[in-house]
Nanobody, 122 residues
């Protein structure tokens, strides 16, 4: 499964961005999808995840209430709507796919996109 994350950019604190994860040659509805991020000098951390049915979502405490993960089956994408962005949200954001389980743990995911940079200025 090839994943492509897009939608990153530079935004001021308090602003919003919408990231998108698209797949080539595979239907995302069959996979659990997670978003992770990695800031310079830090480990990759969980951000949000959605089950293949869309019925279960998980969020990191740091983004709960500000970020929303959702599916668009017609477009074969999974989006991460980010609002009230903070400078500490600055990172490269990755989407990942799991064939087995929706999880907060990176090792649970089989396929990873290339990442998209999100920079939040203060």
């Amino acid at each position: 499964v090839q994943l492509q994350a897009s939608g990153g950019g530079l935004v001021q604190a308090g602003g919003s961005l919408r990231l998108s994860c698209a797949a080539s040659g595979f239907t995302l509805d069959y996979l659990d999808i997670g978003w992770f991020r990695q800031a310079p000098g830090k480990e990759r951390e969980f951000v949000a995840a959605i089950s293949r049915s869309g019925g279960t979502t998980y969020y990191a405490d740091s983004v709960k209430g500000r970020f929303t993960i959702s599916r668009d089956s017609a477009k074969n994408t999974v989006s991460l709507q980010m609002s009230s962005l903070r400078p500490e949200d600055t990172a490269v954001y990755y989407c990942a796919a799991s064939r087995a389980v929706v999880s907060r743990i990176p090792i649970s995911y089989d396929s990873w996109g290339q990442g998209t940079q999100v920079t939040v200025s203060s």
